[in-house]
Structure formats: structure tokens, C-alpha cells
């Protein structure tokens, strides 16, 4: 991971959340797809990185918060669609008194090859998808 340097970078595109308007009690999981495209004539295998950058809260947590990554192998020309589905007990955070807790408020996710930050384009990243949720 870190900065996720290549020689040949897979499309991503059409980040749709299934809902982006969450409750805990009302779903249990965070859903979404997007497609990975291979424009070139030749294999490539990518790992794809799923940050979520939660709301901020009365306690420090991450800006970039891993949650999900995955390896995906295309062929030449090949295009796939990427279902996705996270446990919404894995957004939760330590607050100061160390209970897990759920913050409410909007949460920003970021699909790519790297941290979604300046210094990832910087060095020729591709941009990433993002997108937003709320959680209530």
C-alpha cells in the first residue's frame, strides 16, 4: 500500500452507493459498485483501496480510514462491475472512555489505488472515486 505506483492503471468509474442515507437500527450495511475497466490488450492485475473518512467527532479519528481492499485481475479489454457491502459495526470508532461507538453525521468514501491525497496525484495517481453517506 502507501502510494500504489504502476505501470499500467485499470478505469475506474460509475461509484453508485445503494443508499446513502444510513441508519444503524434500519441498515446493517454500507453498499455500493463501481466498475474497473482494462483498456489495454494485455492482463493487469490492481488492488483496489476503500477508504472512509468519517464525520468529525468529540474524539480524534483517522482522516483516511481503511476498510476494504481487494485484488482484481483483468484481461485485455475486459470490464467487470464490483459489488461491495460493509458491516456498518466496522464504521464504528474508540471514543475517549474506550466504548465503540457509531458517529452520525456525513462520512465521505474514496475508491482507488492510493490514499486519496494530494501527494498521490502528485506522483501520478490516478484520481480516485469518492462519494458521500450519511449516517443517522
Keep these: 500500500f502507501g502510494y500504489g505506483l504502476s505501470y499500467a492503471y485499470a478505469d475506474l468509474s460509475d461509484l453508485k452507493l445503494t443508499e446513502n442515507k444510513l441508519s444503524h437500527k ?3 450495511t454500507l453498499e455500493y459498485a463501481y ?3 482494462n ?3 494485455y ?3 490492481m488492488v483496489v483501496e476503500h477508504y472512509v ?3 468529525q467527532a468529540d474524539f480524534e479519528t483517522p482522516f483516511f480510514d481503511l476498510k476494504h481492499f481487494e485484488r482484481i485481475r483483468l484481461e485485455g ?3 467487470k462491475t464490483i459489488q461491495v457491502s460493509i458491516p456498518l459495526e466496522q464504521l464504528k470508532y474508540y471514543d475517549d472512555n474506550g466504548q465503540r461507538s ?3 453525521g456525513e462520512y465521505r468514501l ?3 489505488y492510493s490514499l486519496p491525497t494530494d501527494r498521490s496525484f502528485e506522483l501520478g495517481i490516478p484520481t480516485c472515486l469518492s462519494d458521500s453517506f450519511v449516517i443517522k
Design 39 to 41: 483498456p489495454f490488450n
Design 35 to 37: 466498475t474497473i475497466s
Design 53 to 55: 473518512t468519517p464525520p
Design 102 to 104: 457509531l458517529i452520525k
Design 110 to 112: 474514496s475508491v482507488g
Design 77 to 79: 479489454g475486459e470490464t
Design 43 to 45: 492482463p493487469v492485475e
Design 26 to 28: 434500519k441498515s446493517d
